[in-house]
Nanobody, 119 residues
Framework: QVQLVESGGGLVQAGGSLRLSCVDS????????MGWFRQAPGKEREFVGH????????TYADSVKGRFTISRDNGKSTTYLQMNSLKPEDTAVYYC????????????WGQGTQVTVSS
């Protein structure tokens, strides 16, 4: 069974940085997409970005482009979300998720980690 565990959330001042980690285990498919999503209070969950299994291709939402970077360490089965120049509107619960590359929906999700950016 696929399991995803996020860590690294916390409280940071505006302009600061945080790095989230997502460790995956139990994955049986080799060609996959690792995604990051977030959900702010009272809002729907939104896409932040994703990285292909090879680690060479990333895609980002316009709201985080140029500030957030996704990377992957396959040896550690860990995906990272480096968040720089954080803004109060980045406050949310952040989730990682994984899907086989041939599927359009994410089947497996982590439990989420809270990120709070103070002004």
């Amino acid at each position: 069974q696929v399991q995803l565990v996020e860590s690294g959330g916390g409280l940071v001042q505006a302009g600061g940085s945080l790095r989230l980690s997502c460790v995956d285990s139990g994955r049986t498919f080799n060609n996959y997409v690792m995604g990051w999503f977030r959900q702010a209070p009272g809002k729907e969950r939104e896409f932040v970005g994703h990285i292909m299994w090879s680690g060479g291709t990333t895609t980002y939402a316009d709201s985080v482009k140029g500030r957030f970077t996704i990377s992957r360490d396959n040896g550690k089965s860990t995906t990272y979300l480096q968040m720089n120049s954080l803004k109060p509107e980045d406050t949310a619960v952040y989730y990682c998720a994984v899907r086989p590359v041939w599927r359009s929906t994410y089947d497996y999700w982590g439990q989420g980690t809270q990120v709070t950016v103070s002004s």
